[in-house]
Nanobody, 115 residues
Framework: QVQLVESGGGLVQAGGSLRLSCAAS????????WAWYRQTPGNEREWVAS???????NSADSVKGRAIISTDNAKNTVYLQMNNLKPEDTAVYYC?????????WGQGTQVTVSS
């Protein structure tokens, strides 16, 4: 079984920064990709950024230039550095781990950006 533990959310003023972390533990032999999603009440979960095996990254237009996804493969951990945060970035952020045979989600971490 695989478990994901997220951390790093919180309250920040507009223009500030946060770094979210998501650490995986368990039977992990090969990782296809990591991704971050976010969700606000009443809305679908929205893709934010992803990084695939080999290191290629991509991010949503809404965060492009402000969000950096990275990994520490030795620690099976993914990070999301968010800069110049805006009130519309307020959401619960979820990490997603894609293995060859399964996909796992973190428990979510709240990010609140005040104006």
């Amino acid at each position: 079984q695989v478990q994901l533990v997220e951390s790093g959310g919180g309250l920040v003023q507009a223009g500030g920064s946060l770094r979210l972390s998501c650490a995986a533990s368990g039977n992990i032999f090969s990782i296809n990709a990591w991704a971050w999603y976010r969700q606000t009440p009443g809305n679908e979960r929205e893709w934010v950024a992803s990084i695939i095996r080999g290191g290629s990254t991509n991010s949503a237009d809404s965060v492009k230039g402000r969000a950096i996804i990275s990994t520490d493969n030795a620690k099976n951990t993914v990070y999301l550095q968010m800069n110049n945060l805006k009130p519309e970035d307020t959401a619960v952020y979820y990490c997603n781990l894609r293995l060859p045979t399964a996909s796992y989600w973190g428990q979510g971490t709240q990010v609140t950006v005040s104006s």
